[in-house]
C-alpha cells in the first residue's frame, strides 16, 4: 500500500529498505520487520521453496 502513495522515483528505495523476495514457487513474500531491531523473517510454505538450489542463509 506504501508503495503505490509515493513517487515512482521513491520506490525502488522502498525496495531497498524493505524489499519482498521471490521465492522458488515465483510468489513474492514479504519480509516480516520488528521494531525491537530483531532481524527480519520471510515466513513462507515449505512446497513454495521446492527447486531452491541453495540453502536459505539464517544468522
Known amino acids: 500500500m506504501l ?3 509515493l ?3 521513491l520506490t525502488n528505495r522502498l525496495d ?3 524489499p519482498s523476495r ?13 521494531h525491537d531491531g530483531q532481524l527480519p523473517v ?5 512446497q513454495e521453496m521446492f ?3 541453495e540453502t536459505p542463509n539464517h544468522k
Do not use: D, T
Not at 521471490?22 to 520488528?34: D, E
Not at 520471510?42 to 515449505?46: A, D, F, H, K, W
Open 3 to 5: 508503495a503505490g502513495l
Open 42 to 46: 520471510m515466513e513462507v510454505r515449505l
Open 22 to 34: 521471490q521465492v522458488p514457487s515465483g510468489s513474492f513474500i514479504k519480509l516480516k520487520y520488528f
Open 7 to 9: 513517487p515512482w522515483n
Open 51 to 53: 527447486g531452491l538450489l
Open 16 to 18: 531497498q529498505l524493505a
